[in-house]
């Protein structure tokens, strides 16, 4: 089956390009889900577009993401949320909770499905993410979570 992704999915692909999967993965997860479209010769104007989008949105070059990561590297970032007397948070920190700490410390505008978080962080503390910043250049950031 030939589908047209609209969003990252990790292992595929990005948006915009147009991959071969198997019919039962794209028709029960891909399709359902809206992270493809199916593919036909009409489309091609619609990939074109969702690339420009994403060019847009990237960081253009190697050594400007290597700038930011040194950047987000320097110190940690501190996210308050609220908690509970033992420390536990009511609900969890999110990808886009993070991204918005980013920016409001000064980073430039980072896409929340590029923050990876390898465990829910759901109490008070210093933990580590990852943000993808270009295909080749990721970083490691400290986020540390305080009390509201």
Known sequence: MKLILTQE???LGEPGDVIDVKDGYGRNFLLPR???T???KGVEAQVASIRTARKAREIATL??????RARLQQKPVTLSARSGQSGRLFGAVTPGDIAEALVAA???QVDRRKVVIPQPIKSL???TVTVRL???VTASID???VSD
């Open 63 to 68: 050594e400007e993401a290597q700038q930011v």
């Open 134 to 136: 270009h295909s080749d």
């Open 9 to 11: 999915v990790t292992g």
């Open 38 to 40: 199916p593919w036909t």
């Open 125 to 127: 503390g210093r933990y």
């Open 143 to 145: 986020v540390d979570v």
């Open 106 to 108: 000064g980073a430039p």
């Open 34 to 36: 809206r992270l493809a």
